[in-house]
Every structure is written in structure tokens, then in C-alpha cells.
């Protein structure tokens, strides 16, 4: 690795520490980051006694790692998007290309530093998840291992997801391109109601994206080896998740930085300038 990629690290590390304090302090930021967590909570709270038929443990237990699954992809996407929307419309990806450190910098930083929010919403949904819910297995090293695992592999796919598509929406309020898609996939994969379900062609569609094996691998982690029933073909297919993750992270990962430097050599004040006038007239 060159120098000037090393240093262009360490610049989106020191950007990613800038930005969590800023966020920590931004009532809008914080919100935007609690409320998807706080709505998980209270959806957790009313499944406290529902039950699923013939499953050795609740149905809230059996949504609680879905939740944190959608929550790692469903936050880290929207949350990029929105962030690289907003900085497109203030000045700040303008700024930010002329800096030490440049794009690379300012992607990792933005990276980091979502990565860092999501791990703390993570934390909270099993601080309250785990007293809540009989028949979660959380308490051996091989559990804790395979969760970690599924975590930082979804972080990594997730994220950079939400770079390729916040280098497509050009203006915050066209949030809801992103939003309301991902939301229907959250629908056909499994989150709330076992996959197997639903029609098997819907099954084929949520098997292409990354909430799906989030949800997948959070349960593996997290549930008792016998819910695999419920799963399709009755296993954890725990190779085959991991693999689709790896790869919806390298290829984000590969994309990301070509299509941010195409986005970054497109911005100019005009740009900027007119976006803040199109923002206005929409306020």
C-alpha cells in the first residue's frame, strides 16, 4: 500500500471521529439513527407474547435477529444515501474533493463512521432483545463468533451499497427512490414471517439481496438450531450466505469509488448553488 493511500486512510479515519461527534450533537442525525431502533424496540415489545405454530420459541424471538439484520442494511444503506445527498446539496463533496485525502478519504470517512452508529443501535436492540425473549442462544464463544461475523460481513456489504446509490440521487428529497424500494424487499425477505411463506418466485427475488442473508445469519447466530426447520431447504446455509454478502461487498465496494470520483468531477458552486435554489422553492 503507497503512502498516499495510507495517508488517505488515516484522513477518512480522522474525518469518520470528526463526523461522529458532530452527529453526536445534531439532534437530526441522532434521531434519524434512533428512531429506526426505536421502532424496533416497540415492535419487539408488542411480539413479547406472540407465538408461531409448532417453533420452539416465540415469534418475537424469532423477529428479534431479523430486526438487527434489517437494521445493519436497511440503516447502513439509507443512511449513506442520505448523508452523500445532503453533502452534494450543502457544499460539502464539493469541499471535500479539494482536501487532503480527497474522495478516498471522504468515503472512508462517511463509512466509518456510519459503520461506528450502526454497531450502537446493534447493541441496544440485543440490550433489551435478549432479557425480553426466552429460547435465544447468545451465551457460548462459537455464538458470539458467528455473530460478529454476520455483523461486520453485513457493515461491509450494506454500506457501500448506500455510496453507490447516494452517488446516483443527486437531491435529498429523492430519498424516497431508495427508501420505499428497500422497504418492499424488507417484505419478501423474511424479517417478520418465515420466507418459506411466500410464493417461491417472491422467494427467488429476496434471495438476490443482502436482507435476506443479514436476516439468515442473524438467526443461525442467534436462534436454536432446530428454527432451521422453518428456513428453505431446512438449513442455515451459512457458506452460501456469507458468500452472498462477500459478494454484494465486493462489487459495492469496487463500484462506490469510481462512481463517487465521476459524481465529485460533475460538482461545481453552479451545481451546488442550484441545488440549494431547487431545495428552497421546494421548502
Do not use: C
Request: charged share 15%; net charge positive; glycine share 12%.
Amino acid at each position: 500500500m503507497s503512502t498516499n493511500t495510507l495517508h488517505e486512510y488515516r484522513t477518512g479515519w480522522k474525518r469518520a471521529l470528526i463526523e461522529t461527534k458532530v452527529s453526536l450533537t445534531s439532534p437530526g442525525d441522532l434521531m434519524g439513527f434512533l428512531m429506526p431502533t426505536g421502532i424496533a424496540i416497540v415492535v419487539l415489545l408488542f411480539m413479547q407474547r406472540a407465538d408461531f405454530e409448532g417453533a420452539p420459541v416465540s415469534l418475537g424471538a424469532m423477529n428479534m435477529p431479523s430486526l438487527i439484520g434489517m437494521n445493519v442494511v436497511f440503516g447502513g444503506i439509507t443512511a449513506m444515501v442520505g448523508a452523500l445527498a445532503m453533502d452534494r446539496t450543502n457544499g460539502t463533496l464539493l469541499r471535500a474533493k479539494s482536501m487532503p485525502g480527497g474522495m478516498t478519504g471522504y468515503l472512508v470517512g462517511h463509512l466509518l463512521s456510519t459503520a461506528m452508529f450502526i454497531s450502537v443501535t446493534v447493541i441496544a436492540l440485543l440490550a433489551v432483545g435478549l432479557p425480553l425473549f426466552d429460547g435465544l442462544e447468545f451465551g457460548t464463544p462459537d455464538r458470539w463468533l458467528l455473530f460478529i461475523a454476520v455483523l461486520l460481513t453485513g457493515i461491509i456489504a450494506a454500506l457501500p451499497i448506500g455510496a453507490v446509490l447516494g452517488a446516483i440521487i443527486d437531491n435529498p428529497r429523492n430519498m424516497g427512490l431508495v427508501i420505499f424500494p428497500v422497504m418492499g424487499l424488507v417484505a419478501i425477505s423474511g424479517i417478520f414471517y418465515p420466507i418459506t411463506a411466500l410464493p417461491g418466485w417472491l422467494q427467488g427475488i429476496g434471495q438476490v439481496f443482502p436482507i435476506y442473508w443479514m436476516g439468515l445469519g442473524m438467526r443461525h447466530a442467534l436462534l436454536p438450531d432446530a428454527m432451521a426447520a422453518v428456513e428453505i431447504g431446512g438449513e442455515w446455509r451459512t457458506a452460501t450466505m456469507f458468500a452472498v454478502l462477500a459478494l454484494w461487498a465486493v462489487a459495492s465496494m469496487a463500484l462506490a469509488p469510481r462512481l463517487l470520483r465521476r459524481m465529485s468531477r460533475r460538482e461545481s458552486g453552479s451545481a451546488v448553488a442550484a441545488r440549494r435554489a431547487d431545495m428552497q422553492r421546494d421548502w
